[in-house]
């Protein structure tokens, strides 16, 4: 089995806030042993010469075959964590996000890959449950900046 971990350096990184009435789109984040301890965003890694934009958007694509449109501007999250017992250093750029196409599907979870093979589970989540006795919803501080927009 394949487990993940934080990258060793800073990673620049594009998430989208995708909305269906107040529940949020968000992949589920797994311990070693499977249980779900958070929940995040979806997006990914800007590669370098790309814009956190279009990194937003093609990380859409990719993950899920559908396109997104970008409302907004950002907010900027510098993301210091640990994931089994790994430190992880991020600079977030969290943007508003709409898709027809991913509307238009039913309600439930979403499967997808990464890029690594690794098996995912998108959900739509009610931010105010989370954090409370549930998955944390990561980045750290989010669901403050949510609750304050």
Not at 89 to 110: C, K, M, N, Q
Request: proline content about 6%; hydrophobic content about 40%.
């Amino acid at each position: 089995m394949t487990f993940w971990r934080p990258h060793k350096g800073i990673r620049v990184k594009a998430i989208g806030l995708h909305w269906r009435g107040d529940k949020l789109l968000a992949a589920e984040v797994p311990d070693d042993t499977g249980r779900i301890k958070g929940v995040r965003p979806l997006g990914g890694s800007v590669e370098f010469g790309e814009t956190w934009h279009n990194a937003l958007k093609r990380e859409f694509r990719e993950e899920l075959d559908v396109a997104v449109e970008i409302s907004g501007q950002p907010m900027v999250i510098e993301n210091l964590y640990q994931h089994e017992g790994h430190q992880g250093h991020e600079v977030i750029f969290v943007a508003e996000v709409t898709s027809a196409e991913l509307l238009a599907r039913p309600d439930g979870p979403i499967l997808f890959a990464e890029d690594n093979g690794m098996r995912c589970t998108a959900r739509w989540f009610d931010p105010e449950t989370l954090d409370i006795g549930g998955p944390e919803l990561y980045p750290t501080g989010l669901k403050e900046r949510l609750v304050n927009r």
